[in-house]
């Protein structure tokens, strides 16, 4: 087995409230490996710990305790500058939401040019010409280049966020509920071009998501988050095709896909879980 690219070692992450009471330990000795080239999903509901997992990986947030290694470095828990710079070549993030990452006055190429000046050493012309060559690799027109986010549509917008990250050229992409905005024939075409691009490109991904029933197109591997720990993991054919956790099985409940059917004793075992 060759060395994970992302290597999780029990990270912990509290938020401290006011009132002790207030506290919510986000993450719970979080521990996870993704081989290189490989989509790892991390699966929960909404305030499972998924965004600060992802939050701390790429050092946009401080964990108490663990350790996170990239590329089989140890990174500093608590960045600067210059680290954040230099890890954010190797590691990109996708968001749910393209319009938090680009400026709605702003013509989009802007948003893609601000990451080559950042991270490649290419003069403007050079940039024009590799903007083009990003917009054409996420399956947008030379004309998308000088329209306002305004101007796309949600699908055409989260491609361009994917050509954004792809500019720095990064080995690892996280994906924050990307899809999770858009409707089910727009998310699976931009599941495919994650997948083709992950292909052919050699990329590693994090995929964050709330829905199990998009796992299936773009995962290897499952992870399955709840209340800050990890309940259940194992390849996507195990998880999805026999979920060992009630709160898995709660999962795939809530995103029925075509032909599932509720396992015999699964909908007792939910409502215990529910009642717990
Ligand atoms: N900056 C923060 N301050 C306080 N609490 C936070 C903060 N960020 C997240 N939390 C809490 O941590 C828990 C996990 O949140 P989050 O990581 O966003 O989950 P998810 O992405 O799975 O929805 C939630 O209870 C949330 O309210
Ligand atoms: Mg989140």
């Not at 929960?44 to 998924?50: H, I, P, R, T, V």
């Not at 590799?130 to 917009?135: A, V």
């Not at 727009?186 to 490109?201: F, G, H, N, T, Y």
């Not at 599932?260 to 717990?276: C, D, F, Q, T, Y």
Request: hydrophobic letters at 40%; glycine letters at 6%; a positive charge.
């Amino acid at each position: 087995m060759t060395e994970a690219i992302i290597s999780v070692d029990q990270l912990t992450k509290t938020f401290r409230g006011k009132r002790s009471r207030d506290s919510v330990t986000a993450v719970d000795a979080v521990s996870i490996a993704v081989q290189p080239g490989t989509c790892l999903a991390v699966v929960g509901e909404s305030g499972s710990g998924k965004t600060t997992l992802a939050r701390i990986i790429v050092g946009l947030e401080t964990a108490d305790t663990g350790t996170v290694k990239l590329g089989g470095k140890t990174v500093a828990r608590r960045a600067n500058r210059r680290t954040l710079r230099a890890r954010a070549r190797e590691i990109q993030m996708v968001f749910q939401d393209p319009q938090s990452s680009l400026n709605r006055r702003l013509r989009v190429q802007v948003a893609v040019d601000e990451v080559l000046r950042a991270h490649t050493p290419l003069n403007a012309k050079q940039r024009r010409a590799r903007c083009r060559e990003l917009f054409e690799q996420v399956g947008l027109e030379a004309r998308h280049l000088d329209a306002i986010p305004d101007e796309l549509s949600g699908g055409q917008r989260q491609r361009v966020a994917i050509a954004r990250a792809l500019a720095a050229e990064p080995s690892i992409i996280v994906l924050d509920e990307a899809v999770a905005a858009l409707d089910v024939t727009v998310q699976a075409q931009i599941l495919k071009l994650l997948d083709e691009l992950r292909r052919s490109k050699g990329l590693t991904y994090l995929f964050i998501t709330h829905d199990l029933s998009v796992v299936q197109m773009i995962a290897d591997e499952v992870v399955v988050m709840r209340r800050g720990s990890i309940v259940e993991r194992g390849t996507t054919a195990q998880v999805l095709g026999d979920p060992q956790h009630p709160y898995t099985q709660l999962l795939l409940e809530c995103a029925p896909r075509p032909g599932w059917k509720p396992k015999r004793g699964v909908i007792r075992a939910l409502r215990e879980e529910i009642a717990s």
